[in-house]
């Protein structure tokens, strides 16, 4: 099972429509180090932006040892030299991309009951997001599920990781970790913060006093 990071940076598209995002990126990404997974999701932007920032983006994160995920595009994460790719409740099946990938890059999915989690773990999930947990804008149409379904979730599967997503401020993840998470998955808690770099080191200070 390839290893997995404590923290996940999810953009979206008006995340990579920043002006100065690689720079942003780059700032992030050495706060973190190996610990943090960047996720690169924009559902409205084209693959050739995205395969062309994917392509700035491998030599910093093989500098600072982070790792690059590519969310749904998986034909970028093929093309672009990505570690991983993430899948949501509409990308292909995780069965069919192990198919296709092998174990050359891991493989997350997106998971919201105890069922999408067995499922993901017995089609060969390396992890799964688990959420969404809290109240948040990116998701304000979706009743937030609570901890409690990091608890159940964990309950049924056997040594998948998980990560929480959804609402995720610093003060609230030792209760996601406490709930059998093992990490964290932040979008608003790092790209709108004042200061990323620091946001990023904030996050990880909790995550490993948890």
Do not use: C
Request: cysteine-free.
């Amino acid at each position: 099972m390839k290893r997995i990071p404590r923290l996940h940076l999810v953009t979206d598209d008006d995340v990579l429509a920043r002006p100065g995002i690689v720079s942003m990126m780059k700032t992030v990404l050495e706060a973190g180090g190996a610990d943090v997974a960047l996720h690169v999701r924009g559902p409205s932007t084209n693959g050739r932006e995205i395969h062309e920032l994917v392509t700035k983006l491998r030599p910093i994160t093989d500098a600072t040892g982070g790792s690059l995920f590519l969310n749904d595009r998986l034909d970028v994460a093929l093309t672009a030299g990505a570690d991983g790719v993430h899948l949501g409740q509409r990308s292909l099946p995780v069965h069919v991309v192990r198919r296709l990938v092998g174990y050359d890059l891991a493989v997350g999915a997106s998971v919201h009951d105890e069922r999408e989690s067995t499922i993901a773990e017995e089609e060969g999930a390396d992890y799964a997001f688990v959420g969404t947990l809290f109240m948040t804008p990116s998701h304000d149409r979706i009743d937030p599920a609570g901890l409690s379904l990091v608890s159940s979730v964990r309950s049924v599967v056997r040594e998948m990781p998980l990560v929480g997503i959804g609402g995720i401020t610093p003060e609230r993840v030792g209760m996601v970790l406490s709930a059998g998470a093992k990490g964290v998955a932040v979008m608003r808690g790092v790209w709108n913060a004042e200061n990323p770099g620091e946001a990023v080191q904030v996050y990880l200070s909790e995550l490993k006093g948890g």
